[in-house]
Structures are given as structure tokens and as C-alpha cells.
């Protein structure tokens, strides 16, 4: 594996070598299994290059490639189930006859996770989108997997709830697909993780069981809770094909405001003292480094703060709050500010607020705008790092020290080490903004990063998870023991392998 | 030979405080009006006014004597005028209102700042009215006018480009206009509106803000300045646009070719 590792150089090419020795024998999907399909399923629910009604190949695309075209699989046929039953009938058929299955959302991933490896037969969740209860009081909400996590915001917005999770691929992606990738995203420094928010599932384990804990209960100490096993495991043990999560009530107001500091060492005080002050309205603590701001205001991500302002900040940092009373929430942020500006040893030079929902907009397009940014000044090696908040800087700093101790910092090479990311939750985007993508930049750059990562007991991928793209690295992260228990897991639920194979696990 | 005295520039900004532009308007039940317990803020045109004058004093340094802005309002305009003074103006004027009084029409608005104006001969005058074009709200977009009128001054509405020449009591104005842009000179005492393209708001940066609290805001009611601002218009009723449908699918062209002749559209004969 190892040797697989260091002679691969894009994930494309070197994705067919690792799996090779540990795929599983599975069948493809035949014509004799076709007509089983066309049995529990309506012709327009069915896409199949097979014979005799084939569907030509262009149909299959935005199924076969994930939205940035970096990973390509060879399925011949797409299933799109309408009910749980459905979902049942074609996973226990495909259990029996050892055909691999690729569970598929809104297929916005990044680690290339919802694609199929080989010619995996997929399974698209997009027509199992109602909502099947939601209740204005407890504000539960029960939906099919394949709602848009878009359309839920929708639908919850006049009953003044909104949803505990959002992120950029809000308009494409699916709930279902969101809790088996255990999103991130904006919101989690408020509202916690799907872990905690998720309160059951109903998924469709490998034999084609049902397995319905689709509860509405925010108690249920009932022994193992094995829900938690299918959020985040992408995918691997089972399909969701329900989910029941408590939304929070939607913030009356919100407001932000971007502040320069003098240096590095001042994030931590800082975010201790806005979150004492802020308290509950705090929804986000964004860091931005000096280097990737330039980047984004020389590329027109949103409008720049006066160079007055900015003169002389190693660092800025990107505050939001929300919160029910408008007046209670501007008076706190007031005097947090006030207090910042008139302290003995201002931990800030100086920041600005918003005061009108263009330039609300306008802060949070800089910090929004820094990976377009970052694509548009090279090509970006993207590390999405959970590391101890004090390492952020130091991560940065050390990768371009080695960088430049491989005399890789030079034209033509590397032109930037940059990092921003979620301070709130400890996540850290580490871009390598290269001139191209090169071999000897990823030989300096990969294990290097990872392994800098396992010194400070970090995760190697914060929320995008392992699909196929990290799966050689995910030992960097998790132990032998570990390792050992979640292929044992895996196992155990699925042991002909057919979910989702060549995914998560090495 | 005496040297003619230097005419430095006062100016006023009068600022409106509205439902803000992004919130998504409710009519009430009764159709009477809409629910205003939302977020409001600096009418936009009004910001690129305050703007616009700030921008002013940095072009023209010490010939900008003084900014003044000034609001109708309820309490809570006062927010108003502290972003307004954030953003860099050195004083401002609160005409208060009772929250529930209804709002001013633009010929009250314009009488009670000719009063503001009259009020300030004393201390120096008025030389340049900066104002939006409109308010977002009731989109009237006649203060300004309106205001010239009464004081007989010269006016230049919708300006995109303002060049003022202190010495010569005179300013260049580009307008935009149905064909293009059009430019006027004006003699000072002026009031000129703002549009869109003049400038982009700047944020209110941390050190202004607290320096903005401690700007004076003068408060004085209507029957201060002798003005009655009641409404002469009564409002019948409000309505929300309609509701966009939804557009539909079709299986085939002679599917669709159908529903278009169901809807009463028929080829054009060659």
C-alpha cells in the first residue's frame, strides 16, 4: 500500500492500482437483473445503457462523474427508487446476486465517494424527496433521504425553523447524503454536528432489512444507538433512506463584522473573549490569513476594507451572530466591540460592521470567495485539516518552511501557502497554490502534510471525508486497533461488500 | 484690497430609515400596509448621499466646513443617523416622530427641511442638499424636487458624478438620463439626488463607530419647525404582485404543440 502511495501522482490514475487487491468480486449488472427491475419499478425510474431499450451514455454522465470531473466510474445503470420498499427490494436482489451499489445523492462530494469505482450499479435517492412530518413545536422534522437540503430550508422558513446544517452545495445536495457524509458546514459552530442533531434514520442495510429507528425522541438511552454508525460512514453499511432531525428556531437577526488583528497569537484570546461576550448569538469565528486575503480581494471576492484599515494585520478574522432579539444582539456586539477598541493591549488594530445586508453579504463574499480565489491564482493542493486551534499558523508556516527547504518556493513552482478555515470547530484549509500540478510538488507536499498532521493528533480530512480520494491516508488518522474494528463493522453489515466498495476503508 | 471672504461648504444629507431592501415584504391582513416589524436600515440611495458628501471632504479638504445629516422619524431613526455619522458625516438633526404617527408624505418631508434649513441660516447656512432619489419604501422619489422648489434653489436629480468648485459657488453634475448622461452646472445653494452609479457606501469601519457616538444629535419634533406632517393621501389598499406559476412539462413537441394552441397561441402564416 505503501509503495501504491508514493509512485500514484493524481487520483485519477492511481485509483484503479490501490483498490485492485482489495475490491471485492462482484457481478455486473445484467439484463436478466433488468427485468427483475422493471418488475418493482415504473420505465421512467430506470436509466440503463443496456439492451434492448438502450439510453444513450450522455444520460449516465452527471451519474458516472462527480461535479468537478475528477473521478469516473462505468455504471450501466441507474435505479431511482420512489419508497424505502423499493430501495429494499432492489438492495436484497443485489445482495443475493453480488452486484456492488454506489448510493447516490446529490453527488456534491469532494472525495469522490458517490461515484462508482467500477460499473456499480446506483442507486439515486433524488426521487425520495417528501417530508414526512415536521412538527411546529418540537421542531422535528422527518424527510425522505433525497430532499434538497435547499428545499428543506424552504419549507421550514415560514414556520420560522431553519436547518441545524448548511453549506455552499445547499442547492444540489441531499439530506440523505449530507448525514452519511456527516456534514460540516456553516452552522456547526452553532448548532453542533449531525451527530447530535440527527434524532433517527431509516436505512436499508446490505441484505435489503429495513432497519427503522426513525424516533422523534430527543431521549432514548435504549441501548446501542446505531444510527451514529451510518452518519459519516459514507455510505459503506447501509442506505438512509429517512431522517429525523430537530431543527432549530430561526435567528430574528443577524449581523457580522470583520476584524483586523496585529498577529497570529491573538485569535485564541480573541475567540475567547467574543465567545464570553457573545455567548449564544455567536454563529461563526472564520480566520482568514493576510496572504489568502490579498488573494481574494486581488481577485475581486468581495469588497476590500479600506487599505487604512487593513495596514499592518497579519490576520483577519470574520464574525457572525444571530439571535433572536435584534436590539439584545446589537447592544452585546456594541459593547464586545467597544470593549476590543478601548482595551489597554487591544488584542485587534482595528475591524468593521456591517451595517446594511449588501455589506453583510459583501464580508461574508471575502471569506466565501477565497477558494474561487485560490483556483483562479494556480492550481490549489487543498489539505481540509482539523488541527489544535493554536497550530493553525504554525501548520501554515512550517509547510511553507519545507516547501522552501525543497526549493519548491519559486517561480514556477509554489507561488502560495495560505490557510483559512473554521476556527469555531478547528478546521483549518490548508491551500498550496501551485503553477501546476507536478509531481515533485506532491512528492514534497504528500505524506508531509499528513504526517504533520498525526504529530499534532489531527484529522487528515475535517469534513469532507475519505470516499476514494483519501483512503491510502486515513491510517494518519485512525490507529491499527481502529481500522481493524471498522472493517470488522463493515463486515459484519455488509459481507459480500457490496455497498459502496472501494470506499472509506483501505 | 480686502480679500473677499472664503465661502466654506455646508452641507445637509437628510437620511431616511426603511424596511431594508433584502427583507421579503409581508402585507398585513387588513391590506392597509405591511408588517414593519422587520429589519430596516439606511435607505440606500441615502447612504451613497452620506457617502458622496464624505467623499466630498476628502476631495475638497477643509473647503467642507461642516456635514450634517438629519432624519423623520421614530425613535429608532436614530440608528440612522449614528451609521450616518459612522460613516463620517459630524453631526445630525432627529425630527422625532410617535412610533405609531403615520409615515410623512414627501411635500411634509420637504417643508419640514426647509425649516431645518431656515433653522441653520444662523449658523452658517446651507450650500448643498445631498438626497437620495427615492426612498425604497414608498418609492415617491419627489423630496428633492419638491425641496428645490420651496427654496428656490437650483437642482440636479440623479446623479452619478458631482464636482463641486468651492470658489466659484458652482457644481458640475453628471445625470443620467433616459439617452445617456447628461451634464449641468449649477449654481450653489444646489440640491442634488443620488443614484445608483455615484459611489459604493463604504463599511462603517470599528474607530468611527465609537468616535460616532459621541457626535451630537440634535432632537426636535414637527411643531418645532412649525410644520404639520400629516398625510394628505389616504392608502385604499396594498396587494402583493402575484404569484409566478410554475412553468410545466412536456412529453413531446405534438404535446406541446397542443397546449400552446390551448393557450391561444397559433403559427403565423408565411
Given at each position: 500500500m505503501f509503495l501504491v502511495r508514493s509512485v500514484s501522482r493524481t487520483p485519477v490514475l492511481r485509483a484503479p492500482r490501490r483498490w485492485a487487491h482489495s475490491f471485492p468480486q462482484l457481478n455486473s449488472v445484467t439484463e436478466h437483473d433488468l427485468d427483475y427491475f422493471r418488475k418493482i419499478l415504473p420505465p421512467s425510474a430506470i436509466?440503463?445503457?443496456?439492451?434492448?431499450?438502450?439510453?444513450?451514455?450522455?444520460?449516465?454522465?452527471?451519474?458516472?462523474?462527480?461535479?468537478?470531473?475528477?473521478?469516473?466510474?462505468k455504471s450501466t445503470t441507474v435505479l431511482k427508487p420512489r419508497t424505502t420498499k423499493e430501495v429494499s427490494d432492489i438492495v436484497k436482489w443485489c445482495n443475493d446476486r453480488h452486484i456492488g451499489i454506489v448510493p447516490q445523492g446529490g453527488n456534491t462530494g469532494l472525495v469522490g465517494g458517490s461515484v462508482p469505482v467500477k460499473d456499480e450499479l446506483i442507486i439515486s435517492l433524488a426521487n425520495m424527496s417528501k417530508v414526512r412530518s415536521f412538527d411546529d413545536v418540537s421542531g422535528i422534522l422527518v424527510a425522505d433521504a433525497g430532499c434538497i437540503l435547499q428545499s428543506l430550508s424552504d419549507y421550514l422558513a415560514p414556520h420560522n425553523y431553519v436547518f441545524p446544517l448548511?453549506?455552499?452545495?445547499?442547492?444540489?445536495?441531499?439530506?440523505?447524503?449530507?448525514?452519511?457524509?456527516?456534514?460540516?458546514?456553516?452552522?456547526?459552530?452553532?448548532?453542533?454536528?449531525?451527530?447530535?442533531?440527527?434524532?433517527?434514520l431509516e436505512v436499508v442495510l446490505p441484505d435489503g432489512t429495513v432497519l427503522d429507528q426513525l424516533t422523534s425522541l430527543r431521549k432514548d438511552n435504549t441501548g446501542y444507538d446505531l444510527k451514529q454508525l451510518f452518519i459519516g460512514s459514507e455510505g459503506t453499511l447501509g442506505i438512509v433512506t429517512g431522517v429525523s432531525i430537530l431543527t432549530a428556531p430561526a435567528p430574528q437577526a443577524t449581523n457580522n463584522v470583520m476584524l483586523a488583528l496585529p498577529k497570529f497569537e491573538n485569535v485564541l484570546p480573541l475567540f475567547k473573549e467574543v465567545k464570553r461576550q457573545l455567548s449564544e448569538i455567536l454563529s461563526a469565528f472564520e480566520f482568514i490569513d493576510r496572504r489568502v486575503y490579498d488573494l481574494a480581494i486581488k481577485h475581486g471576492q468581495g469588497r476590500a476594507l479600506d487599505a487604512e484599515e487593513t495596514e499592518g494585520a497579519e490576520c483577519f478574522v470574520l464574525v457572525e451572530t444571530s439571535g433572536g432579539n435584534r436590539e439584545h444582539d446589537e447592544q452585546k456586539l456594541n459593547s464586545l466591540l467597544e470593549s476590543l477598541m478601548e482595551a489597554d493591549e487591544p488584542l485587534i488594530n482595528t475591524g468593521v460592521l456591517a451595517t446594511s445586508p449588501a455589506q453583510f453579504a459583501s464580508l461574508w463574499a471575502i471569506r466565501e470567495g477565497l477558494t474561487e480565489a485560490v483556483s483562479k491564482e494556480g492550481k490549489p493542493y487543498k489539505y481540509d485539516i482539523s488541527v489544535p486551534l493554536q497550530k493553525f499558523q504554525e501548520v501554515v508556516d512550517i509547510t511553507r518552511e519545507h516547501l522552501r527547504s525543497e526549493g519548491l518556493m519559486r517561480e514556477g513552482a509554489v507561488r502560495h501557502v495560505v490557510g483559512y478555515g473554521h476556527v469555531g470547530d478547528g478546521n483549518l484549509h490548508l491551500n498550496v497554490v501551485a503553477d501546476a500540478y507536478t509531481p515533485e510538488v506532491e512528492a514534497a507536499l504528500e505524506p508531509f502534510v499528513y504526517e504533520l498532521v498525526a504529530k499534532y493528533n489531527g484529522s487528515i480530512s475535517a469534513e469532507h471525508g475519505i470516499g476514494v480520494m483519501k483512503t491510502h491516508a486515513l491510517h494518519y488518522s485512525k490507529n491499527a486497533v481502529s481500522i481493524d474494528w471498522m472493517k470488522k463493522i463493515k463486515q459484519l453489515f455488509d459481507p459480500n461488500g457490496i455497498i459502496n466498495p472501494g470506499k472509506v476503508l483501505p | 484690497m480686502r480679500p473677499s471672504a472664503v465661502r466654506l461648504l455646508n452641507i445637509l444629507v437628510p437620511?431616511?430609515?426603511?424596511?431594508?431592501?433584502?427583507?421579503?415584504?409581508?402585507?398585513?391582513?387588513d391590506q392597509k400596509g405591511?408588517?414593519?416589524?422587520?429589519?430596516?436600515?439606511?435607505?440606500?440611495?441615502d447612504e451613497i448621499a452620506v457617502?458622496?458628501?464624505?467623499?466630498?471632504?476628502?476631495?475638497?479638504?477643509?473647503?467642507?466646513?461642516?456635514?450634517?445629516?438629519?432624519?423623520?422619524?421614530?425613535?429608532?431613526?436614530?440608528?440612522?443617523?449614528?451609521?450616518?455619522?459612522?460613516?463620517?458625516?459630524?453631526?445630525?438633526?432627529?425630527?422625532?416622530?410617535?412610533?405609531?404617527?403615520?409615515?410623512?408624505?414627501?411635500?411634509?418631508?420637504?417643508?419640514?427641511?426647509?425649516?431645518?434649513?431656515?433653522?441653520?441660516?444662523?449658523?452658517?447656512?446651507?450650500?448643498?442638499?445631498?438626497?437620495?432619489?427615492?426612498?425604497?419604501?414608498d418609492d415617491a422619489g419627489q423630496t428633492g424636487q419638491i425641496l428645490a422648489g420651496l427654496?428656490?434653489?437650483?437642482?440636479?436629480?440623479?446623479?452619478?458624478?458631482?464636482?463641486?468648485?468651492?470658489?466659484?459657488?458652482?457644481?458640475?453634475?453628471?445625470?443620467?438620463?433616459?439617452?445617456?448622461?447628461e451634464e449641468v452646472r449649477c449654481r450653489l445653494p444646489l440640491v442634488v439626488t443620488t443614484d445608483l452609479r455615484l459611489n459604493e457606501p463604504r463599511y462603517a469601519s470599528l474607530p468611527n463607530i465609537m468616535k460616532a457616538k459621541k457626535k451630537p444629535i440634535e432632537k426636535l419634533t414637527p411643531s418645532d419647525l412649525n410644520v404639520d406632517l400629516t398625510p394628505r393621501l389616504e392608502t385604499l389598499k396594498v396587494t402583493e404582485p402575484p404569484k409566478r406559476v410554475g412553468g410545466g412539462k412536456v412529453e413531446s413537441v405534438d404535446e406541446l404543440i397542443a397546449k400552446l394552441k390551448e393557450a391561444g397561441i397559433t403559427p403565423v402564416k408565411a
Amino acid at each position: 500500500m505503501f509503495l501504491v502511495r508514493s509512485v500514484s501522482r493524481t487520483p485519477v490514475l492511481r485509483a484503479p492500482r490501490r483498490w485492485a487487491h482489495s475490491f471485492p468480486q462482484l457481478n455486473s449488472v445484467t439484463e436478466h437483473d433488468l427485468d427483475y427491475f422493471r418488475k418493482i419499478l415504473p420505465p421512467s425510474a430506470i436509466i440503463t445503457t443496456l439492451p434492448p431499450n438502450p439510453s444513450p451514455e450522455s444520460e449516465l454522465e452527471p451519474f458516472n462523474n462527480d461535479w468537478m470531473n475528477k473521478y469516473h466510474g462505468k455504471s450501466t445503470t441507474v435505479l431511482k427508487p420512489r419508497t424505502t420498499k423499493e430501495v429494499s427490494d432492489i438492495v436484497k436482489w443485489c445482495n443475493d446476486r453480488h452486484i456492488g451499489i454506489v448510493p447516490q445523492g446529490g453527488n456534491t462530494g469532494l472525495v469522490g465517494g458517490s461515484v462508482p469505482v467500477k460499473d456499480e450499479l446506483i442507486i439515486s435517492l433524488a426521487n425520495m424527496s417528501k417530508v414526512r412530518s415536521f412538527d411546529d413545536v418540537s421542531g422535528i422534522l422527518v424527510a425522505d433521504a433525497g430532499c434538497i437540503l435547499q428545499s428543506l430550508s424552504d419549507y421550514l422558513a415560514p414556520h420560522n425553523y431553519v436547518f441545524p446544517l448548511d453549506l455552499g452545495a445547499k442547492g444540489s445536495c441531499q439530506i440523505g447524503g449530507n448525514v452519511s457524509t456527516n456534514a460540516g458546514g456553516l452552522r456547526l459552530l452553532r448548532y453542533g454536528s449531525l451527530h447530535g442533531t440527527v434524532l433517527g434514520l431509516e436505512v436499508v442495510l446490505p441484505d435489503g432489512t429495513v432497519l427503522d429507528q426513525l424516533t422523534s425522541l430527543r431521549k432514548d438511552n435504549t441501548g446501542y444507538d446505531l444510527k451514529q454508525l451510518f452518519i459519516g460512514s459514507e455510505g459503506t453499511l447501509g442506505i438512509v433512506t429517512g431522517v429525523s432531525i430537530l431543527t432549530a428556531p430561526a435567528p430574528q437577526a443577524t449581523n457580522n463584522v470583520m476584524l483586523a488583528l496585529p498577529k497570529f497569537e491573538n485569535v485564541l484570546p480573541l475567540f475567547k473573549e467574543v465567545k464570553r461576550q457573545l455567548s449564544e448569538i455567536l454563529s461563526a469565528f472564520e480566520f482568514i490569513d493576510r496572504r489568502v486575503y490579498d488573494l481574494a480581494i486581488k481577485h475581486g471576492q468581495g469588497r476590500a476594507l479600506d487599505a487604512e484599515e487593513t495596514e499592518g494585520a497579519e490576520c483577519f478574522v470574520l464574525v457572525e451572530t444571530s439571535g433572536g432579539n435584534r436590539e439584545h444582539d446589537e447592544q452585546k456586539l456594541n459593547s464586545l466591540l467597544e470593549s476590543l477598541m478601548e482595551a489597554d493591549e487591544p488584542l485587534i488594530n482595528t475591524g468593521v460592521l456591517a451595517t446594511s445586508p449588501a455589506q453583510f453579504a459583501s464580508l461574508w463574499a471575502i471569506r466565501e470567495g477565497l477558494t474561487e480565489a485560490v483556483s483562479k491564482e494556480g492550481k490549489p493542493y487543498k489539505y481540509d485539516i482539523s488541527v489544535p486551534l493554536q497550530k493553525f499558523q504554525e501548520v501554515v508556516d512550517i509547510t511553507r518552511e519545507h516547501l522552501r527547504s525543497e526549493g519548491l518556493m519559486r517561480e514556477g513552482a509554489v507561488r502560495h501557502v495560505v490557510g483559512y478555515g473554521h476556527v469555531g470547530d478547528g478546521n483549518l484549509h490548508l491551500n498550496v497554490v501551485a503553477d501546476a500540478y507536478t509531481p515533485e510538488v506532491e512528492a514534497a507536499l504528500e505524506p508531509f502534510v499528513y504526517e504533520l498532521v498525526a504529530k499534532y493528533n489531527g484529522s487528515i480530512s475535517a469534513e469532507h471525508g475519505i470516499g476514494v480520494m483519501k483512503t491510502h491516508a486515513l491510517h494518519y488518522s485512525k490507529n491499527a486497533v481502529s481500522i481493524d474494528w471498522m472493517k470488522k463493522i463493515k463486515q459484519l453489515f455488509d459481507p459480500n461488500g457490496i455497498i459502496n466498495p472501494g470506499k472509506v476503508l483501505p | 484690497m480686502r480679500p473677499s471672504a472664503v465661502r466654506l461648504l455646508n452641507i445637509l444629507v437628510p437620511v431616511k430609515r426603511t424596511v431594508d431592501y433584502a427583507v421579503k415584504i409581508r402585507v398585513n391582513p387588513d391590506q392597509k400596509g405591511i408588517d414593519l416589524n422587520v429589519k430596516h436600515s439606511m435607505n440606500p440611495f441615502d447612504e451613497i448621499a452620506v457617502e458622496e458628501a464624505v467623499r466630498l471632504r476628502e476631495r475638497l479638504k477643509d473647503e467642507v466646513k461642516s456635514i450634517k445629516v438629519v432624519t423623520i422619524g421614530p425613535p429608532k431613526s436614530a440608528e440612522t443617523l449614528r451609521t450616518a455619522l459612522a460613516m463620517g458625516a459630524d453631526a445630525g438633526i432627529h425630527v422625532e416622530v410617535p412610533e405609531s404617527a403615520p409615515a410623512p408624505e414627501p411635500l411634509g418631508v420637504a417643508k419640514a427641511l426647509r425649516a431645518i434649513i431656515e433653522r441653520e441660516k444662523e449658523k452658517g447656512g446651507i450650500d448643498l442638499v445631498i438626497m437620495g432619489k427615492q426612498a425604497i419604501d414608498d418609492d415617491a422619489g419627489q423630496t428633492g424636487q419638491i425641496l428645490a422648489g420651496l427654496m428656490d434653489w437650483a437642482q440636479a436629480t440623479f446623479a452619478s458624478k458631482i464636482v463641486v468648485d468651492v470658489a466659484k459657488k458652482e457644481a458640475n453634475v453628471t445625470r443620467e438620463v433616459d439617452g445617456g448622461l447628461e451634464e449641468v452646472r449649477c449654481r450653489l445653494p444646489l440640491v442634488v439626488t443620488t443614484d445608483l452609479r455615484l459611489n459604493e457606501p463604504r463599511y462603517a469601519s470599528l474607530p468611527n463607530i465609537m468616535k460616532a457616538k459621541k457626535k451630537p444629535i440634535e432632537k426636535l419634533t414637527p411643531s418645532d419647525l412649525n410644520v404639520d406632517l400629516t398625510p394628505r393621501l389616504e392608502t385604499l389598499k396594498v396587494t402583493e404582485p402575484p404569484k409566478r406559476v410554475g412553468g410545466g412539462k412536456v412529453e413531446s413537441v405534438d404535446e406541446l404543440i397542443a397546449k400552446l394552441k390551448e393557450a391561444g397561441i397559433t403559427p403565423v402564416k408565411a
